[in-house]
């Protein structure tokens, strides 16, 4: 089993649907991030938690440490949200700070 | 552009070849990393520098894979003998990571997209 699970693995959405994408793990953590992928392969973050709920533009992440879960919200979407969104947990272990990688959730938000 | 640049963008090489990536980090940031991702993965930790000393290797870094960051700037990573199961993206990260910190936030390089023939 994989440290980190991500569900769905794809999704489709209409523009302007709320989306949901949710990250489980299995391991205790020290932070726990969001990572956008556009087709060609960059990667963005998003945003790093350790705790409760940010907040930028349209987009919301919130992590409960207790039930090792977290979500990555997007209110009001729209193509240009059409991406892979990548959950990572990072552990610390001896200092390397690495980050352990879910698969990733392919959205389409169809206009 | 003051981001983490990779070079080259796209490789293809035929089996058995050597190849080698250069990944420029962000001025001044003193951990750099490496991973891999195949197509449809999430990527995968490679390995990691401290300024110009690498201080962890996955073990699936097998011994045709080098990496150094001789002057704790630059980092190149060298496949020798390529297979086909080395075609993957090879993704590059830095971060500044002040001593005794727990976590911090990687910035990503475009990536070098390897095809072994």
């Known amino acids: 089993k994989n440290e980190v699970e991500q569900s769905p693995q794809n999704l489709t959405a209409q523009e302007g649907e709320f989306i949901t994408i949710n990250c489980s793990y299995s391991?205790?953590?020290?932070?726990l991030h969001w990572l956008q992928q556009h087709p060609g392969g960059g990667i963005v973050s998003l945003f790093m938690?350790?705790?409760g709920k940010k907040k930028h533009g349209r987009l919301i992440a919130t992590i409960n440490i207790q039930e090792k879960h977290s979500s990555l919200h997007i209110t009001a979407s729209h193509p240009r949200d059409s991406a892979v969104y990548i959950c990572?947990?990072?552990?610390?272990?001896?200092?390397?700070?690495?980050?352990?990688f879910g698969k990733g959730t392919k959205l389409t938000v169809n206009p | 552009d003051t981001g983490v640049s990779q070079n080259p963008r796209h490789k293809i090489t035929k089996r058995g070849q050597n190849v080698t990536f250069r990944c420029d980090p962000i001025?001044?940031?003193?951990?750099l990393y490496w991973y891999r991702q195949t197509l449809g993965q999430g990527p995968e930790f490679l390995t990691y520098?401290?300024?110009?000393?690498?201080?962890?290797k996955s073990r699936l870094l097998s011994d045709r894979f080098s990496a150094e960051r001789p002057k704790g700037s630059f980092s190149t990573l060298e496949i020798q003998r390529t297979e086909q199961g080395d075609s993957a993206m090879y993704l590059c990260a830095s971060s500044h990571t002040p001593r005794g910190a727990i976590y911090n936030e990687q910035f990503f390089g475009p990536g070098t997209r390897l095809t072994v023939l």
């Open positions: 938690l350790s705790s």
């Open positions: 001025s001044e940031h003193n951990r």
């Open positions: 990572a947990v990072q552990r610390f272990q001896g200092g390397s700070e690495k980050l352990v």
């Open positions: 391991v205790g953590i020290s932070a």
């Open positions: 520098f401290q300024n110009e000393a690498q201080l962890e």
